[in-house]
C-alpha cells in the first residue's frame, strides 16, 4: 500500500505565496516521476508541473515562472512553490507520484494521487 497525502493548502490573495508539500509513504522501493496536476470547477484536471527522480523539471506554460517544483528522494516528497498566484490559479492541486513498490519488479510502475488540497485565491 501506498498513501500520498497532499498540505499546505488554502485561502491567499493575488500576488501572493503558497507552498504545497506531498508525502509519500508505504510500500515503496523507488519513486519515479512525482508531479502536480489541478482542477478547477467545472474544469478537467490539468498538468501543473513534474519532477523526475534526478531533478528534471517541466511546467505548464500557465504557471511557468510562478511555481518551482522540488522534491526530497531521501524523504519522499515532493513541495509546490507557488508565487504571484492569481485567480485563474484556484483549483484543488493534487500530487501523484509513479512508484515502483518491489525491487523484483522494477519495470513494474503505479501512478499514486491523493486526495487533494484546495487553493483559492482571491482578487
Known amino acids: 500500500q501506498v498513501q500520498v497525502v497532499e498540505s499546505g493548502g488554502g485561502l491567499v490573495q493575488a500576488g501572493g505565496s503558497l507552498r504545497l508539500s506531498c508525502a509519500v509513504s508505504?510500500?515503496?522501493?523507488?519513486?519515479?516521476?512525482m508531479g502536480w496536476f489541478r482542477q478547477a470547477p467545472g474544469k478537467q484536471r490539468e498538468f501543473v508541473a513534474i519532477?523526475?527522480?534526478?531533478?528534471?523539471?517541466n511546467y505548464a506554460d500557465s504557471v511557468k515562472g510562478r511555481f518551482i517544483i522540488s522534491r526530497d528522494n531521501a524523504k519522499n516528497t515532493v513541495t509546490l512553490q507557488m508565487n504571484s498566484l492569481k485567480p485563474e490559479d484556484t483549483a484543488v492541486y493534487y500530487c501523484?507520484?509513479?512508484?515502483?513498490?518491489?525491487?523484483?519488479?522494477?519495470?513494474?510502475?503505479?501512478?499514486?494521487w491523493g486526495q487533494g488540497t484546495q487553493v483559492t485565491v482571491s482578487s
Open positions: 501523484n507520484a509513479d512508484v515502483i513498490e518491489s525491487r523484483w519488479s522494477p519495470g513494474s510502475v503505479t501512478r499514486y
Open positions: 508505504g510500500s515503496i522501493f523507488r519513486i519515479n516521476a
Open positions: 519532477t523526475t527522480e534526478s531533478g528534471t523539471t
